[in-house]
């Protein structure tokens, strides 16, 4: 089955940085575009990036130029690269797919920055 597992959440420092990293399985990775998404408490989960098969980035206003998404298609592997991190970045981190015609999602990796 389809299973994707996050890691590298912790907590950080203001203007520090952290890298995520999303394993998958029980899909040819090469074919499928991935996203990262966001939740924080009692807020709607949110699109921060993705990247397309081909490896095109594309990023929400609030991470442009301090987030980078890529992919490892040796790896199986999606990567979250956030640089320059604020408050308002504290969130649970997913990975994300389709699948089918059907969402998929990770089960979650905490990010929390602090002054």
């Known amino acids: 089955q389809v299973r994707l597992v996050e890691s590298g959440g912790n907590v950080v420092r203001i203007g520090g940085s952290l890298t995520l990293w999303c394993e998958v399985s029980?899909?040819?990775?090469?074919?499928?575009?991935f996203a990262w998404y966001r939740q924080a408490p009692e807020q709607t989960r949110e699109l921060v990036a993705s990247v397309t098969v081909r490896g095109t980035p594309k990023y929400a206003v609030s991470v442009n130029g301090r987030f980078t998404i890529s992919r490892d298609n040796t790896e199986n592997t999606v990567y979250l690269r956030m640089n320059s991190l604020v408050p308002e970045d504290t969130a649970t981190y997913y990975c994300?797919?389709?699948?089918?015609?059907?969402?998929?999602w990770g089960q979650g990796t905490r990010v929390t920055v602090t002054s």
């Open positions: 029980g899909l040819s990775f090469r074919d499928y575009d």
């Open positions: 994300h797919t389709e699948f089918a015609r059907s969402p998929y």
